[in-house]
């Protein structure tokens, strides 16, 4: 196995597996569980990205509004970088800046979710 290199532009070819999309979306609901945000997902992996990515973009909405300390301190979790998210917004000129957040929060639980099995698979 390679160590994943993943894009914003290639995000999607990796949510192509049904384990791959499940073990994301648990870190997701994981890291935003933490902070008592509440994540779903149906377990429909052919609209996964759609279903976390509307969830995320309405919860980031009202964390901004209402809690701005906890939002920081679920994307801090997260460990998405301003450089990263100003990456985004270059490469997805057509998402507005939630989108992007909630975009990065994907794009960045899915890369923990490669690289440990990634690294899982080497220590094998």
Not at 20 to 37: C, H, L, P, R, W
Not at 67 to 72: A, I, K, W
Request: hydrophobic share 40%.
């Amino acid at each position: 196995m390679e160590l994943p290199d993943i894009q914003n532009s290639n995000l999607a070819s990796f949510l192509n597996k049904a384990e791959i999309v499940q073990e994301t979306a648990a870190q997701i609901m994981k890291d935003f569980g933490m902070f008592g945000i509440e994540i779903t997902f149906s377990g429909h992996t052919e609209t996964a990205y759609q279903e976390l990515h509307e969830q995320l973009i309405n919860q980031i909405s009202v964390y901004l509004d209402r809690d701005y300390s906890r939002l920081m301190a679920v994307l801090y979790q997260v460990d998405i970088t301003e450089y990263e998210i100003a990456k985004a917004h270059r490469e997805l000129p057509h998402y507005n800046d939630l989108e992007v957040l909630a975009h990065q929060v994907i794009f960045r639980d899915l890369k923990k979710v490669l690289f440990r099995r990634y690294y899982k698979s080497q220590s094998e």
